[in-house]
């Protein structure tokens, strides 16, 4: 970018134009700055996917758990949810899968069936936490790495601007003003990129932890509920 040319983007409007900046940086700028906004376009669709998810999870887990402990009928109120994306209906199952092949046959040792069924829901439990929240760590990592990729386009820059100095024998703010400008552009769109994806992350790792907190509880209840059941037994 020219001193004329910097100066017509710098007051033009009184503001910088940053799809300007885009088209007079240095083709290794520009990658850097494609690839943190495509990681910044990639990031609001998990945002929005993850946000709409869980909204349905808890609903549709409040819902199975209301009616859970209000069923006569538990076979066929699991046959119905057994295709339905309910974390807690696939906790119950597990503890149920677990209760019956315990109390097929002869039951010698009913504290081994309370540990079984225990760890079979506490398992349940762990791999739907893991699997509702496999795709934040694209977040973590954005979160973390975005800011330095976009400073590696503002050392890039500057080193540029400073090789300018020298090609042109001039080390007048003119000279460097305009690469310094694109450069920096690079690290506030690596900011751009990184805070919401940080915000999000941090937001939404508390959602999975409070709802694993849920299923737990849900798993406690069952567990001391076919406990009972099999001191009857």
Do not use: C
């Amino acid at each position: 970018m020219s001193q004329l040319d910097f100066l017509a983007v710098a007051t033009g409007t009184g503001r910088l134009d940053p799809i300007q900046l885009f088209l007079d940086a240095d083709i290794v700028v520009q990658a850097v700055m494609v690839g943190l906004l495509l990681a910044s376009v990639w990031s609001w669709m998990i945002i929005v996917g993850f946000s709409l998810r869980m909204n349905g999870v808890r609903s549709r887990g409040q819902r199975f758990e209301t009616e859970f402990w209000q069923t006569d009928d538990f076979d066929g109120f699991m046959k119905a949810h057994a295709k339905k994306d309910v974390p807690i209906a696939r906790v119950a199952n597990s503890g149920m899968a677990e209760w019956r092949r315990s109390t097929k046959g002869a039951i010698a040792d009913r504290e081994g069936v309370r540990q079984r069924v225990s760890l079979a829901m506490e398992s349940q439990v762990a791999e739907e936490a893991d699997t509702l929240s496999s795709r934040l760590n694209f977040l973590a990592t954005v979160g973390s790495v975005a800011p330095f990729v976009g400073l590696f386009g503002t050392v890039w820059g500057i080193m540029n601007s400073f090789f300018q100095i020298g090609a042109q024998q001039n080390s007048s703010l003119a000279v460097v003003a305009p690469g310094i400008s694109e450069a920096l552009f690079a690290t506030a769109i690596g900011l751009f990129a990184a805070i919401p994806a940080v915000i999000a992350y941090n937001r939404f790792s508390q959602s999975v932890n409070s709802y694993e907190a849920k299923m737990q509880r849900f798993a406690d209840r069952f567990h001391s509920s076919l406990s009972r059941q099999l001191e009857r037994m």
